[in-house]
Nanobody
Framework: QVQLVESGGGLVQAGGSLRLSCSAS????????MGWFRQAPGKEREFVIA????????DYADSVKGRFTISRDNAKNTVYLQMNSLKPEEQAVYYC??????????????WGQGTQVTVSS
């Protein structure tokens, strides 16, 4: 079982950038695809972006293409989410999660506690 801890959230102005980190415990981190999701108040959690275990494949929600990037460092058991050109509507709690592979956002689990991203207009 992988345990996840997100960090890096905070307050940013619209158009600004933030970099989130997700640190994982356990020796099996490199076997998992990793993903980021977000949940705004009163809304369902939604998929944002994911990366394969090797880093060779990334999947994006259409809304973040060209602005968000995901990367991972398997030696550090950490996955990163670089968010640029943030929009007020992207204010949410951001979560990372693991999955056995790519291509099925419903397969993600082992959720972290989340980190709050606040975007001021």
């Amino acid at each position: 079982q992988v345990q996840l801890v997100e960090s890096g959230g905070g307050l940013v102005q619209a158009g600004g950038s933030l970099r989130l980190s997700c640190s994982a415990s356990g020796r099996t981190f490199s076997r998992y695809a990793m993903g980021w999701f977000r949940q705004a108040p009163g809304k369902e959690r939604e998929f944002v972006i994911a990366i394969s275990w090797s880093g060779g494949r990334t999947d994006y929600a259409d809304s973040v293409k060209g602005r968000f990037t995901i990367s991972r460092d398997n030696a550090k058991n950490t996955v990163y989410l670089q968010m640029n050109s943030l929009k007020p509507e992207e204010q949410a709690v951001y979560y990372c999660a693991t999955a056995p592979g790519m291509g099925n956002t419903n397969a993600f689990g082992s959720w972290g506690q989340g980190t709050q991203v606040t975007v001021s207009s």
